[in-house]
């Protein structure tokens, strides 16, 4: 597998690192078929990672999974559906497309915006992948709060993700992908809950419970 090392700060240089590595897929990227149905967010080397980890999914299992990176500014509500049909020409079955609109509302009220669509092409490609493991693999980049630029930000989380997505899917069908990207970000993720539930488990303990155990067994005495 490519390893990235995606850790809650520097994703800096990270592109130009790479654009090194990727080279010949840049510079071969008009020429063969491209997984973007529509971009408005991804740099070129994003663009060539996410081509090489489709080809070797699409090429090994039979599934197509496609993305759309838009900056448009969609209302509260909007269905990511009904809008996915205007590519339906380009999409080729069995297929998932990813949609990633950051800049979409979620809620007037909040004014928080961001949002992740999955659409499947069936209920048995739906089975092949586990949404909520896509979709934060995604968005627990993209809500990191550091120094780094909201554009590095969604490169990452879009790349992430759909690696995600593409493991997955192999690993519905026993096939084992060599292009894809560690979720480094979801281990990190999952260690930082288990540290705060054990905190929070301790200072119940002594803050509560512990006193409690005292006055039980003092009672019994």
């Given amino acids: 597998m490519n390893k990235a090392k995606l850790q809650a700060s520097p994703f ?8 090194l590595c990727m080279l010949p897929l840049l510079l071969n ?28 999914l699409q090429s090994k299992t039979g599934v197509h999974a496609y993305v759309i990176a838009t900056n448009e500014h969609f209302p509260e509500r909007f269905n990511l559906v009904e809008y996915s049909k205007q590519y ?18 979620i809620t007037e009220r909040s004014e928080a915006r961001g ?4 659409i ?41 993700a759909y690696s995600v997505l ?9 096939v084992t992908l060599e292009k894809t990207i560690p979720d480094e970000m979801g281990t990190m993720v999952m ?9 929070t488990a301790v200072l119940l303990w002594i803050f509560v419970f512990r006193s409690l155990w005292i006055r039980m067994r003092d009672g019994k005495k």
Avoid: C, H, W
Wanted: aromatic share 8%; charged share 25%; hydrophobic share 45%.
């Fill in 12 to 19: 800096k240089g990270l592109f130009a690192m790479l654009a």
């Fill in 29 to 56: 990227a008009t020429q063969s078929s491209t997984k973007l149905l529509r971009n408005d967010l991804l740099k070129l080397e994003a663009v060539a990672l996410i081509n090489e980890m489709g080809e070797e």
């Fill in 88 to 105: 339906e020409a380009k999409l080729s079955k069995p297929y998932v497309l990813f949609i990633f609109a950051p800049y979409a509302t």
């Fill in 115 to 118: 949002r992740v669509g999955i």
């Fill in 120 to 160: 499947p092409s069936s209920p048995s490609v739906r089975a092949m992948y586990d949404y909520d493991d896509v979709r934060d693999a995604g968005i627990n980049i993209v809500a990191i709060k550091d120094s780094n630029t909201n554009e590095d930000k969604y490169n990452i989380g879009v790349l992430q």
């Fill in 166 to 174: 593409a493991d997955n899917i192999a690993a519905s069908k026993g």
């Fill in 191 to 199: 260690i930082l809950r288990i540290l705060v539930y054990t905190g």
